[in-house]
């Protein structure tokens, strides 16, 4: 289930093999891609042209044309309704003083210094984990205080990695 906000109205979207159901309606449509990014979309025997402009996976927000109308879209999945519902879903918007490892690894790139100014969703660092390489990503605006490892150190979960 994934719940999509578009214009301050919320809906519950679940998708099967029998289809798309928008708020317990399934939906009685056809969707066919005309190219990259542009479909064509058949619903109640009205004809809609749509063109997916951006999608933000950090922030699960699609925006997307609909016969020259904008619309923004922001979806939440069930992980996102259940910290929700948890009371923790804001968590990660609070202002953050420094990156943590999320488990332990390797560094293998550093892509940032002290008195770099990052944006939110800036690299700045790769970190190897069970032979997969994880980039690391500023969770917000802000100048880099002081870099805590370098290039090649092992680190442990949770271990501060990066301080703002």
């Known amino acids: 289930m994934v719940q999509a906000t578009i214009n301050n109205r919320t809906y519950k979207v679940l998708t099967s093999e029998a289809g798309v159901e928008v708020d317990g309606e399934t939906l009685q449509w056809n969707l066919t891609p005309i190219s990259e990014g542009h479909y064509h979309i058949l619903y109640k025997n009205k004809s809609f042209r749509a063109e997916v402009l951006s999608i933000d ?77 994880n980039i690391l990503k500023s969770p917000g605006d802000g100048v880099v205080k002081e870099v805590k490892v370098r290039k090649g150190d092992n680190v442990e979960k949770n271990q501060v990695l990066v301080e703002f």
Request: charged share 25%.
């Open 57 to 133: 996976a950090s922030t699960k927000t699609v925006i997307a044309k609909i016969n020259g109308k904008t619309f923004t879209v922001n979806l939440k999945n069930k992980f996102d309704l259940l910290l929700e519902q948890m009371g923790i879903a804001n968590a990660a918007t609070n202002k953050l003083n420094y990156v943590k490892a999320p488990m332990p690894g390797l560094i293998i790139e550093l892509k940032v210094k002290a008195g770099d100014t990052v944006k939110k969703g800036d690299v700045l660092l790769i970190l190897e984990a069970m032979k997969m390489e």
